[in-house]
């Protein structure tokens, strides 16, 4: 059974950083576009960046210039670094793994980021 599971997440205060990572099992991660999604409490669940498994990456235009997406092939692994954070980031973060074009076929249990003074 595929399993995605993110760590990183927590409480930081607005202008702050974090981290958060995906460790992927049982998949051949390197074929797969990796993308990270949140929901906040209230709203639908949003793209918030992907990662083409050629390297290729989009953002949503909220994210762009703060938040960077990347891969390691050979951990299995997509991280999303996230910087200059703002209350409007506070969300449950999901990764997920898929193929381009469709939706994303595998989800993460998700980590709550919480961004407050």
């Known amino acids: 059974q595929v399993q995605l599971v993110e760590s990183g997440g927590g409480l930081v205060q607005p202008g702050g950083s974090l981290r958060l990572s995906c460790a992927a099992a049982?998949?051949?991660?390197?074929?797969?576009?990796m993308a990270w999604y949140r929901q906040a409490p209230g709203k639908q669940r949003e793209l918030v960046a992907a990662i083409g498994n050629g390297g290729s990456t989009n953002y949503a235009d909220s994210v762009k210039g703060r938040f960077t997406i990347s891969r390691d092939n050979g951990k299995n692994t997509v991280y999303l670094q996230m910087n200059s954070l703002e209350p409007e980031d506070t969300a449950v973060y999901y990764c997920?793994?898929?193929?381009?074009?469709?939706?994303?076929?595998?989800w993460g249990q998700g980590t709550q980021v919480t961004v407050s003074s």
């Open positions: 997920s793994a898929g193929v381009s074009g469709r939706p994303p076929a595998y």
């Open positions: 049982r998949i051949t991660f390197s074929i797969y576009v």
